[in-house]
């Protein structure tokens, strides 16, 4: 009943890095560093990388 498939992780790290790259571009044009928004973005991304490898 259950399917095993694969881990796409590349496209995982994409759509998160995407989604928190949105919202911290809006930070940025807040006056937000750049490069802590930079790190945010990567951060968020290597996480949801990390949750999606363990689910």
């Known amino acids: 009943m259950y ?3 694969e881990k796409d992780w ?3 790290f994409v759509i998160a890095a995407l989604g928190a ?3 911290t571009s809006l930070a940025v044009a807040q006056g ?3 490069w802590l928004a ?3 973005t990567g951060f968020a ?3 949801a990388v ?3 490898h363990f689910m």
């Open 3 to 5: 399917q095993k498939r």
């Open 10 to 12: 590349l496209g995982s």
């Open 21 to 23: 790259g949105i919202i």
């Open 32 to 34: 937000q560093s750049p």
């Open 38 to 40: 930079m790190g945010i």
């Open 45 to 47: 991304a290597a996480l």
């Open 50 to 52: 990390v949750i999606d």
